[in-house]
Nanobody
Framework: QVQLVESGGGLVQAGGSLRLSCAAS????????MGWYRQAPGKQRELVAR???????VYADFAKGRFTISRDSAKNMVYLQMNSLKPEDTAVYYC??????????WGKGTLVTVSS
């Protein structure tokens, strides 16, 4: 079993920054990929960024140049640094993990609200 707990969400003004953290516990040896997805009200969950054991990262187009995903394997942590935030970034951000590139484990999410 894998448990994921997100933190770092909150209210920020447009143009501001937030750093999200995700702590993994349990059967972490099975984790190959960790990532961040987000879901706004009435919309489907979408990829923000993911990163594998080789530190190869993939970003959604809206995240490129603004968001940075990183991981600390020793601490079983993954982070999402979000800069130049926009109101349309408002969503619940979920941490995910999986044994391949897909996400099969999910945290409960952390709310990010960007005000204009």
């Amino acid at each position: 079993q894998v448990q994921l707990v997100e933190s770092g969400g909150g209210l920020v003004q447009a143009g501001g920054s937030l750093r999200l953290s995700c702590a993994a516990s349990g059967s972490i040896f099975s984790i190959v990929t960790m990532g961040w997805y987000r879901q706004a009200p009435g919309k489907q969950r979408e990829l923000v960024a993911r990163i594998n054991l080789a530190d190869f990262a993939v970003y959604a187009d809206f995240a490129k140049g603004r968001f940075t995903i990183s991981r600390d394997s020793a601490k079983n942590m993954v982070y999402l640094q979000m800069n130049s935030l926009k109101p349309e970034d408002t969503a619940v951000y979920y941490c995910g993990s999986g044994p391949r590139s897909d996400m099969v484990h999910w945290g409960k999410g952390t709310l990010v609200t960007v005000s204009s």
